[in-house]
């Protein structure tokens, strides 16, 4: 993880350096760093492996791993550029394809809740909802040590649009409130962060995700909408999928260890997409 004077220091640099400057900077360090950290590295493997099976061959595997960390620099740069961009400047920015599946439940005045992997650039899909339509946003976030590292992510992720609900026994209860209140809910999703999430089958392995995008969209009756964010060329291109059927058929465990699992599926399908834009670099 890095630290704070770290990026505030990449803060500055973004700010200053034109992206024609930056980026050979940022996928020079991305590739250094891909080297010297062998425990991101092997996680990043391994997620290979689950995507692509035992056909990936080590020269293919090693060239998609560098792939993989070059978009996670790519997806800092453009976070931190962002924050200086304006309306304009995110709209032009950003395409995507499935936008009715939140525009129409907006539209009818019912707030959808958005699950996510971390993939491409997420941040920028914010941005866009929160600063070009005006739809407010709000997220999830697992505290960080130390808490000033914790405060610089969430003034951050404030001056993109959005409401950060710190991860503690009132998330729900805020996550309820905000939903309530018109805000949309975006999650990330590929990874349990608590350790007391769902057994779903991903990528053909038994592992745990998250419970919480599925337990309040069946609470609250919100949609429950799969999306990600993929890098094409110097463009964000969001793409948004229908959303997950959260019909409640049962008791409430059982309904989220269902949705919980299409949710996988969906998730599954997005990251096969564009497997090295997956920069989850922590073991899930």
Known sequence: MMSVPV?????????????????????AASRGYARFSAQERRVVELNLRRIYGDDLDEATLDRSTRRVFENYGRYWLDSLRLVDMTPEQIDLGFTYEGIEHLAD???????????????????????YLT??????????????????????????????????????????????????????????????????????????ER????????????????????????????????????AIDTERRGKLRADVTRVTQDLAHELETLIRRAPEQWHLLQPN
């Open 7 to 27: 990026l505030r220091s990449a803060q500055v640099l973004a700010h200053h350096l034109p992206r024609p400057v930056a980026a050979p900077l940022v996928t």
């Open 105 to 127: 439940p907006m539209a009818a005045g019912i707030t959808p809740v958005v699950g996510m992997p971390h993939l491409g650039g997420w941040e920028w899909s914010a941005a």
């Open 131 to 204: 600063k070009v339509r005006g739809w407010p946003v709000a997220s999830v976030a697992e505290r960080l040590e130390p808490p000033e590292l914790f405060e610089w992510f969430l003034e951050f992720r404030r001056q993109l649009g959005m409401h950060i609900i710190p991860l503690g026994p009132s998330a729900a209860a805020e996550v309820a409130a905000q939903l309530a209140s018109g805000t949309i809910i975006s999650l990330l999703c590929d990874r349990d962060i608590s350790g007391d999430g769902i057994v779903v089958e991903f990528f053909g």
């Open 207 to 242: 592992t745990r995700l998250p419970g919480g995008p599925a337990v309040t969209a069946l609470r609250s009756g919100a949609p429950l909408v799969p999306a990600a964010a993929f890098f094409e060329g110097d463009l964000c291109h969001a793409v948004i999928l229908p």
